[in-house]
Nanobody, 123 residues
């Protein structure tokens, strides 16, 4: 079992930046692919970004590519999502995820989830 706690959300103006952090419990953190999903009001949860167990491979949704950067520190059991040049359409609850089955990619149906952190981008 992995427990995930997100932090760093908030209100920011368009063009601004936020840094989301996810702290994970458990001694096997380095064995999991980690990622971020988001869910806007009235919409389904969608993939944002993920990173493999070693940090050597990263993936991004087209909508955030070039603006968001994911990283991990296996010594500190943390995953970071640096979000730059934020847009109003980035407004959502952001969820940290750890895949229980894969070291490489995070799947929406095979993950542990955090409680979420709200990101609001004003225009």
């Amino acid at each position: 079992q992995v427990q995930l706690v997100e932090s760093g959300g908030g209100l920011v103006q368009a063009g601004g930046s936020l840094r989301l952090s996810c702290a994970a419990s458990g001694r096997t953190f380095s064995m999991y692919a980690m990622g971020w999903f988001r869910q806007a009001p009235g919409k389904e949860r969608e993939f944002v970004s993920d990173i493999n167990y070693s940090g050597g491979n990263t993936y991004y949704a087209d909508s955030v590519k070039g603006r968001f950067t994911i990283s991990r520190d296996n010594d500190k059991n943390t995953v970071i999502l640096q979000m730059n040049n934020l847009k109003p359409e980035d407004t959502a609850v952001y969820y940290c995820a750890a895949d229980r089955n894969s070291k490489w990619r995070v799947g929406a149906t095979t993950s542990y989830w955090g409680q979420g952190t709200q990101v609001t981008v004003s225009s």
